[in-house]
């Protein structure tokens, strides 16, 4: 499930357990580029089983600290050769409070071509496309954009890994050995050209990553905050997105998960989105985290 939050490529990032690096693995030789181009792949490529279901609460804080707080739930499934669909695909559906209830983001994956983005706004009763000049705009008014959440194209960035393994140091205070990767946006006019992200060395999860603006300054940094395994899957159940400019941030709390629920193609179609959340997952609750 490789559009399934990533960080830097996506936000949100899951890694599956059994591509794991030994702790002893070296990055292959090469340029910077070269090196920084596998690195990318790897979190690009990484297995997360063939689909997920997440409820998870949104904390939205202006620079007065004042707080508004959402709840969503999120679905992905995995696409490919003989799989339901042919690319990746995710839901995401409002379900509080009332002024957002129902609202709806669908996002399809397609190879080779630029991907496709849905808003439902309930208010209204239709879908609205997001054109590829918006991704990078706020989504739904928090601190993350339609591409952190939807997800951005490998091919649209250059990589280069910088210097040598380094250690991290989490907000739990443990230390973790970790790769600094830079990658630029080829398009000279994107709002967020250049990002900065550690990668853990043992998973591959972006564990922190700073985004810069078309000026090179520092605008906003992210950070996963805890970070677990659930169902074996490498999940982040907590992090957050803080807009230094704007003094905001965005909390974003994972508290249930579930893999392989047994979703389906049509669990992710436009009429899915409009009908308020489409069909629930056919297999049991999912584990609370």
């Known amino acids: 499930m490789a559009r399934l939050f990533r960080c830097f490529l996506i936000i949100f990032l899951i890694h599956g357990a059994g591509n794991e690096l030994s702790s002893h693995q070296q990055l292959p030789t090469g340029t910077p580029e070269s090196r920084g181009e596998w690195l990318a792949r790897q979190v690009e490529h ?15 804080y202006d620079r007065q600290d004042r707080v508004r707080e959402r709840a969503l739930t999120m679905t992905a499934i995995e696409g490919g050769a003989d799989r339901p669909v042919v690319a990746d695909r995710t839901l995401i559906r409002f379900t509080y409070p009332n002024d957002i209830e129902g609202t709806g983001f669908l996002v399809w994956q397609r190879p080779g071509e630029d991907d496709e983005r849905f808003l439902y706004l ?3 009763g239709r879908v609205r496309r997001i054109a590829g000049s918006e991704a990078q705009e706020s989504f739904v008014g928090s601190d993350f ?8 194209e490998l091919g649209d960035y ?50 922190r990553a700073e985004i810069h603006n078309r000026r090179d300054e520092l605008q906003k940094v992210y950070v996963v905050r805890r970070l677990e395994r659930v169902d074996g899957y490498w999940t982040p159940l907590d992090l ?8 905001t941030r965005t ?10 629920v047994g ?21 049991g609750p999912s584990p609370r985290v």
């Open 46 to 60: 990484r297995e997360t089983g063939d689909d997920a279901r997440f409820e998870m609460r949104m904390r939205l």
């Open 240 to 247: 957050e997105m803080r807009d230094l400019l704007q003094r």
């Open 263 to 283: 979703l389906s193609a049509d669990d992710f179609t436009r009429r899915a989105l409009e009908r308020g959340g489409g069909a629930p997952p056919r297999a």
């Open 122 to 124: 309930p208010a209204l």
């Open 145 to 152: 954009t339609y591409e952190d959440i939807g997800g951005r």
């Open 158 to 207: 250059s990589y280069r890994l910088l210097g040598d393994r380094e250690t991290w140091t989490a907000p739990d205070g443990a230390s973790h050995d970790v790769w600094r990767l830079e990658s630029r946006h080829r398009d000279a006019d994107a709002r967020y050209p250049r990002v900065l992200s550690l990668v853990r060395s043992d998973n591959f999860v972006v564990v």
């Open 251 to 260: 909390e974003l709390v994972i508290e249930r998960a579930g893999y392989d």
